[in-house]
């Protein structure tokens, strides 16, 4: 479903992410871990095309996340780590228009919008200045977005950082309902109950490569039996290990 | 426990705060787009040369305020009752014998009277930019405040505001560029010579503080008891009102403007004691004594405005800093029923359409502003004297209806990257190119600045221009102009736009409207001649170069918010038609004799 052949950025001679070779499979919910500045974000940006790869390729249902770019997005939902919306706007009509982007007719939109607000618990702030959100409505209403139009990848970078702990399980929730749906997420983060609580694989990056993957069974391996994600997470990306 | 620091060191930790935040915008200008600090340094630059760009273009605007402001004292010599002999050695008061004349008469005695009243009002005109301006800037309307986070910081309010106002008196460039050069002209004209900048400027800096001192008044005040749309109205008229300031003081430099030099003549004689008036009659003083006389007035009424100002923000602040929630209240779903039925055009042109009916700013910079700057240089300059001349001549009616098009394009087309804000991610999410999406856009601000041309058609057809075949072949060439333009403007516009700055004055690069504006003269040069291949050799290569812009624009929307990556460097159409451009204007626009074309006029 998702596939990373040798994807890398480099910022100059700082290498962002280095060449990344990995699959993700059709209904999977797979946790890209690592700390801040390991490379997540950019590796997000490189699939949803806003960052051109300095090498290798990202496809997405066969197609490649630059050359088919348009064709990637019909099945694509994306929330940033800090969605920004437009001025002036609305979340209903902000969320109506992004469901007419993606080609719903003006009343399934409509509809469609007042359907999610609804979901999301936002139909009491859908007339005022999306701009004016708080953080956790704000994320709840990019992920409105980014289903809007059902799509079968969801790409979600931090989806639940700056949430409270009830926005947080509520967003949890949704994502766990879509995955058992079938929908194929691929989601940042440096929560790693998170991560425990939802994830049928992860990927922990660190500074810029891959340095893991696997199921939490897999990951164990050579360590504890009973060792946590928290635990594994720590031996894979401990500088000390990492330079020796 | 740490002593707290005193107020001076407070003082002067908040002004050094400010001048990194300064100096950053200038390394953010000096180096590039995303700049990632030496660790993540890119290969290459984007835009390596922008600096001296910079740098050349305020040296070039300092000039040019510099020779406005003394033009205007040279005009305003000769041109009122201030007893000069320059009309008698010449029949025109703008020959340079004239100005010669008026020159040798302002060094060799202090300003006449009637000229110091015109030279206040002057004064005060640039003062009321050097205000407004500022108070104008997307600053007011923002919805985060930096006051809110300032005050949590150990120290007295006091402190707090002085440095503030400090800091707004000296990063305050338009209302340095508006001051200062008419400062340096005043102690030009008075007879100093080297020392004209610093005493210019030591004049020009208690004027800076007074504006500062009303814009932090102003704007504390506002914030604390409008609502943050009255905020965003009030955001947009103050923008628009300093405009015709702009150009009053401006056209007292036009020989032609008979106007606003009529108001200087008969400007009251008490604004001489305002800080204006002290300022430049500390500089026309003629003895030392004189001088710092009016110097001292000077700073103690300044000095006087900032205690009222200090004292004003103290009580304006007195229960906290924020009075109204930021988030603005909407109405409630139930009252406000979505439609469903007819809409016109595509969802991001109904967007478009939505954001301009809200954002009064926007509003009022797209649509509004080309119709005051136009208004203001036809009618303040003296360039149109009456309606007379647009009947007579359909090729000025049409640049006029070209022009104002034009100008509508460039301050909305042009923009439309920049427009999209921090929100561009979104454009990224679509299932649509993007140059498809910047396409649409293009098409809506073509149909809405075509409103322009026509309006200005009718008009002449109702003041009696004659509707002849030469009329119409006018109104088909503007009208064929503006979408060749929305198409430039767009392209352009993906260039000169910097999505990643996070400063809004980085955001557009000024190099790219210059040559919007030179394409669009090059059209204007089109409409003017009568020479029908000429006309078709203009329209022919600026479309051409529209479509091989829009090609090169459209490769570069990939690596638009990528701080690094560019497209890969090759030649296409659009550098041989540059070219091909180029050639034509040399030779029928500066050429002295045509040599492909003849060209006549």
């Known amino acids: ?244 | 426990m740490m002593d707290l620091p005193s107020a001076p060191r407070a003082f002067w930790l908040l002004a050094r705060l400010r001048l990194l935040r300064l100096l950053n915008i200038g390394n953010a200008l000096r180096f590039r787009k995303g700049w990632l600090g030496p660790s993540r340094a890119p290969t290459r630059s984007k835009k390596n040369a922008r600096w001296l760009v910079t740098f050349v273009l305020s040296a070039f605007m300092l000039a040019a305020f510099l020779n406005t402001a003394s033009t205007s004292l040279l005009n305003m010599q000769c041109r009122l009752p201030t007893g000069s002999q320059c009309a008698a050695v010449e029949s025109d008061p703008a020959s340079r014998v004239a100005m010669r004349k008026a020159r040798k008469e302002l060094q060799a005695a202090p300003f006449h009277p009637v000229l110091m009243q015109a030279a206040v009002m002057q004064a005060s005109l640039l003062f009321g930019i050097a205000f407004l301006l500022p108070l104008g800037s997307k600053e007011l309307a923002q919805p985060d405040w930096d006051l809110e986070w300032l005050v949590t910081l150990p120290m007295e309010r006091r402190t707090l505001l002085l440095a503030r106002i400090a800091e707004r008196t000296l990063a305050n460039p338009s209302g340095i560029l508006a001051l200062w050069p008419m400062c340096m002209a005043v102690a030009w004209h008075s007879g100093y010579r080297w020392s004209t900048p610093l005493l210019a400027a030591a004049c020009t800096l208690p004027l800076l503080a007074c504006a500062a001192t009303l814009r932090t008044v102003a704007d504390t005040g506002l914030r604390l008891r409008l609502a943050p749309s009255q905020l965003r109205n009030l955001q947009a008229i103050a923008s628009v009102a300093s405009m015709p300031l702009m150009y009053l003081a401006m056209s007292l430099a036009m020989p032609a403007a008979t106007l606003t030099l009529g108001w200087a003549a008969q400007f009251p004689t008490w604004a001489l004691w305002t800080p204006p008036g002290l300022a430049l009659q500390a500089l026309n003083a003629r003895d030392a004594l004189h001088g710092l006389g009016y110097g001292a007035l000077l700073v103690a009424q300044t000095g006087l405005v900032l205690w009222a100002g200090l004292r004003l923000l103290n009580r304006l602040l007195a229960d906290g800093v924020v009075a109204t929630g930021s988030r603005e209240t909407g109405r409630s779903s139930a009252t406000r029923p979505a439609a469903s039925g007819w809409a016109v055009g595509t969802p991001l042109q109904r967007r478009e359409l939505r954001l301009l009916s809200r954002d009064r700013n926007f509003l009022v910079q797209s649509l509004l502003i080309p119709l005051i700057i136009f208004g203001s240089q036809l009618v303040l300059n003296g360039q149109v004297k009456n309606l007379d001349q647009f009947i007579a001549d359909p090729a000025l009616l049409s640049s006029v209806a070209f022009g104002l098009g034009a100008y509508v394009l460039m301050l909305s087309a042009f923009q439309t990257i920049n427009t999209e804000g921090h929100a561009l991610w979104l454009l990224y999410t679509y299932p649509q190119s993007i140059g498809s999406m910047l396409a649409e856009k293009a098409q809506l601000w073509s149909v809405l600045a075509l409103i322009y041309p026509l309006s200005v058609f009718a008009m002449g057809l109702w003041f009696g221009v004659p509707a002849d075949g030469r009329l119409l072949s006018q109104l088909v060439l503007v009208m064929a102009g503006i979408p060749i333009f929305a198409t430039i403007a767009v392209a352009l516009g993906v260039w000169a736009c910097d999505p990643l700055a996070q400063d809004m004055r980085a955001r557009v690069r000024p190099t790219f409207a210059y040559a919007y504006l030179i394409l669009s003269s090059l059209y204007t040069y089109a409409l003017n001649t009568h020479a029908w291949h000429v006309r078709l050799a203009a329209i022919v290569l600026l479309a051409a170069l529209a479509l091989s812009l829009w090609q090169r624009a459209r490769d570069s929307l990939p690596y638009l918010l990528d701080p690094t990556a560019s497209p890969p460097p090759r030649v296409s159409a659009s550098d041989g038609i540059i070219g091909a451009i180029f050639s034509f204007s040399c030779c029928n626009c500066w050429s002295p004799a045509p040599c492909i074309w003849p060209a006549s006029r």
């Open chain 1, 1 to 244: 479903m998702i596939e990373f052949q040798g994807l890398a950025k480099h910022y100059g001679d700082f290498p962002a992410v280095q060449p990344l070779t990995l699959t993700v499979r059709r209904g999977e919910v797979f946790g890209f871990l690592g700390p801040n500045g390991a490379g997540k974000t950019t590796t997000i940006r490189m699939m949803m095309g806003i960052l051109v790869p300095s090498a290798g390729r990202v496809l997405v249902n066969g197609l490649d996340c630059q050359a088919d770019a348009a064709q990637v997005k019909r099945h694509v939902g994306y929330l940033p780590d800090n969605p920004i919306f437009y001025d002036f706007l609305r979340g209903r009509e902000i969320l109506q228009f992004v469901a007419e982007m993606h080609g719903m007719p003006r009343k399934a939109a409509i509809e469609r919008a007042a359907q999610l607000l609804q979901e999301f618990g936002l139909q009491d702030v859908s007339e005022e200045f999306a701009v004016n959100y708080s953080m956790g409505m704000k994320k709840k209403l990019g992920l409105a977005c980014a289903l809007v139009h059902d799509p079968a990848v969801l790409i979600l970078d931090e989806p639940i950082n700056g949430l409270d702990p009830r926005a947080a399980r509520e967003v949890q929730d949704r994502l766990i309902a879509s995955a058992a749906a079938g929908k194929t997420i691929f989601v940042s983060t440096h929560l790693l109950d998170m991560a425990q609580r939802m994830c049928n694989r992860v990927g922990i990056i660190n500074r810029g490569a891959l340095v893991a993957t696997g199921s939490l069974e897999e990951l164990r391996g050579a360590s504890s039996a009973d060792s946590t994600l928290e635990e594994l997470f720590l031996k894979f990306t401990d500088e000390d290990s990492l330079t020796a």
